[in-house]
């Protein structure tokens, strides 16, 4: 069965440069959902797009934006990066038959391994 | 507010012994979804259960089992005779319907020595 896809795998970047992180969701999924999960720590939800909006919006900072298009996929853009921002980037996706409201079950990609220098 | 405690930060056991990871959550909304997740070396989270609010049956798959007590608020997870492949960081998680966002615990790391 197809999963969710992210790319890059892994990225190093230069301190104050961008990264943008994409993600594709499963098929016919409408939903995806982005999480940071920095060094022995947990997930933190960031923000969530359905059918294109925005849908929740989470400890994202400032300087990270995100969209999703209409082909479904999603973009993570940071920008100023930080020494901080060195996490591992997840992607989920989900069908959600209602929007918010009725839990969909999400399933996670393999993550995107952010290394800010 | 809604929280997920996972007290254990860090068990070992030996391959055969069976482990239980224990999840206390906080929520004050009735609906709300429970989840383990499992996530290995590499990296990836692998779902391993959801439990809703409603449904408090235990469930048993293979060696896994999960303890669901609304009482206790508490959602436990048993793994029986470990293996060595199982030594992971194992994630208790929350939501309900007003929310996208999962909310994770600190996770419990297991290590399984043979």
């Known amino acids: 069965a197809a999963g969710v896809i992210q790319s890059p795998r892994h990225l190093i970047k230069e301190k104050r440069e961008t990264a943008t992180l994409k993600c594709y969701p499963i098929?016919?999924?409408?939903?995806v959902y982005w999480y940071q999960q920095g060094p022995g720590q947990d997930p933190q939800f960031l923000i969530s797009f359905y059918e294109k909006m925005q849908s929740d919006k989470g400890s994202i900072p400032d300087r990270f934006s995100a969209q999703q298009f209409s082909d479904y996929h999603s973009e993570l853009n940071m920008s100023s990066l930080e020494l901080g921002d060195s996490a591992l980037y997840f992607c989920?996706?989900?069908?959600?038959?209602?929007?918010?409201?009725?839990?969909?079950?999400?399933?996670f990609g393999p993550g995107t391994r952010l290394t800010v220098l | 507010a809604q929280k997920v405690t996972q007290a254990q930060t860090e068990i070992s056991v030996v391959e055969k012994e069976d482990v239980t990871l224990d999840c206390v959550y906080e929520?004050?909304?009735?609906?709300?979804?429970l989840f383990w997740y499992k996530q290995p070396p590499s990296g990836e989270l692998v779902f391993l259960i959801r439990r809703n609010s409603f449904d408090e049956q235990n469930e048993i798959s293979g060696r896994y089992s999960w303890n669901f007590q609304k009482s206790t608020s508490s959602f436990n997870f048993t793994i029986t005779a470990s293996q060595v492949v199982d030594s992971a960081v194992y994630f208790c998680?929350?939501?309900?319907?007003?929310?996208?966002?999962?909310?994770f615990g600190t996770g419990t790391r297991l290590q399984v020595f043979p």
């Open positions: 989920a996706s989900s069908l959600v038959s209602s929007g918010r409201g009725v839990y969909n079950e999400q399933f």
């Open positions: 098929p016919r999924h409408d939903t």
């Open positions: 998680a929350l939501t309900t319907p007003n929310t996208d966002k999962l909310i």
């Open positions: 929520t004050r909304d009735t609906t709300y979804y």
